[in-house]
């Protein structure tokens, strides 16, 4: 039993596979996208915002979106018998030879795999991170800007650096020395209730608890190039993902914070969030 | 019989095989590098540059490089009994769970496939090719500039958008405007005699043939900036490829050129060097 189990965790084209083809363009170029997400009792985590995000990054790329109703079926398959797991959806532009000019007739392959609940992901909440600027610097590509494409090194590369720092998460400058996001969630610090987050439009990913808090604190939220310096005027700072929900950070480099009252009326929000959608 | 040539045309760590397995970290992140080159009778080409250039970019991104026997060995079982075809030689960081972090015990994955010999490769030099600029500007990165890595959704997206100019070849400038190269190859342009070719740090890729150039003309070459209005006062341009040669570029939007002499006696030294490899 335990064999099958294991057998249904990933899903290629929603065939029960682990195996992807050499020539297949997410291995030989990165030319793909995806998605990372909690499975709880069978129900994906802020689904809708996923797929529209997946639809928005396939539309940038030129990749035909596979039916929603499909990444669902297979997202249940993978998940299937845990109370709680990572469902990770993976699509590249299909299998596609050799050379840069993608085939006319290639079609897109679709890996949707199921992992197991990353250990320590609930307390981070209660007790915060502290947390360190990395020296890697975002390059800037407008053409790809906020979506959640293949091309990883860069955070590959930056999270290789805070190997040497464990237990602190890594804060992301681009190439004129602006604060991005962090290295696994995006970023927000308060300024007089007010919270400020970087645009996401030449490095970055839009991230989906970042869409929805911009959408539901819309009044309070303003987009700002955030220079290092402005850390000193923050009065609380926090990360925010869709697995992670909302991360107080206690300090980035030489700046500390105590968690703040609307960091913990955030995770109030994420928690009724949560339980809605 | 055929079908046993098939077999032997792709391996994965040395073992005939056409496929990686799905946490492979080339697939999730990009993780890794290639190498792509001719074979010509069961010899590749310009073979210790290629091993040169796999072996800083290992090294850039902290892969463990596997010994070159091993690589050349898997190269000439899978190019085995073809005259001539590509070979190309893809190294990842090997297979990785979720998450940016490498694993600590991680082994390289490394694939050598070959594949057909190109049609067209052998006009080119002749006859030469008409260029565009592409709308596609190449980030600035330091940290990954000149290896030859997997994160190549640039190259797509500008290679889709030359497939609106079928024939043509793209020319890329970087994010200041600058030019770095072309799609599929690196850029010279001859001014007086003098080689004028981009730096390769913050973006491109440092190409094998434009490295023995840089060495064998040492005194004629020179590493600059090419502002875009610095066509216009070129005398030739011409493209450079280990696998395509010495390619005259015969026009760049409303630059034209006639193939010059220059160019043709680097096709001269390209054909020599070739035969000496």
Known sequence: LSEKRTDRECLV??????????????????????ESFAVEQGRPRF?????DRLKRGCDTLGIEMPPQELLLRDTRTAAAGQ?????RITLTRGVGGRGYTPPEDTKA??????????????TLGRNGVRARTCELRLALQPALGGIKHLNRLEQVLAAREMQAHPGLEGILLNQEGFVISGLHANLFIVVDNTLLTPRMDRCGVRGILRGLLLRDFKSRVELRRLHPAMLGEADEVFLCSALRGIVPVTAIDEHEWRIGKVTREMQEWFEARKAAT
């Open 13 to 34: 084209n929603g065939e029960v596979s682990e195996w992807v083809h050499h020539t297949d363009r997410g291995f030989t170029y990165g030319d793909g996208l995806f």
């Open 109 to 122: 392959t679709r890996v949707v795999s199921a992992h197991p609940w990353p250990e320590g992901l609930d």
């Open 47 to 51: 689904w809708q915002a996923h797929m």
């Open 83 to 87: 109370s709680r797991c990572v469902v």
